[in-house]
């Protein structure tokens, strides 16, 4: 069983900064993507960013120029570098990996609370 275990969640001031990390037990092999999504409050969970093993991105709207992410592939792992954090930013982060045959797994998902 894959086991994704995220870190790097806080309490951060509107304009601050945040890095969240994702290490995965599983296998290097065979990835299509890692990522991250969110949850608010009363909301659905929400894409953030996705990486592919080709190295290609994809990131929600609302945090285009904010947030990066990135893979390191031989640590097995995903992080999401946050900066400009806004209020509504505030969520439970998931981090997410999806292999070629289908499998998905998921985090257990730190909390991201951006307040004043």
């Known amino acids: 069983q894959v086991q994704l275990v995220e870190s790097g969640g806080d309490l951060v001031q509107p304009g601050g900064s945040l890095r969240l990390s994702c290490a995965s037990s599983g296998s290097t092999f065979g990835i299509f993507t890692m990522g991250w999504y969110r949850q608010a409050p009363g909301q659905q969970r929400e894409l953030v960013a996705l990486?592919?093993?080709?190295?290609?991105?994809n990131y929600a709207d609302s945090v285009k120029g904010r947030f990066t992410i990135s893979r390191d592939y031989a640590k097995n792992t995903v992080d999401l570098q946050m900066t400009s954090l806004k209020t509504e930013d505030t969520a439970v982060y998931y981090c997410n990996l999806v292999y070629n045959s289908g499998a998905v797994y998921w985090g257990q998902g730190t909390q991201v609370t951006v307040s004043s």
């Open positions: 990486i592919a093993t080709s190295g290609s991105t």
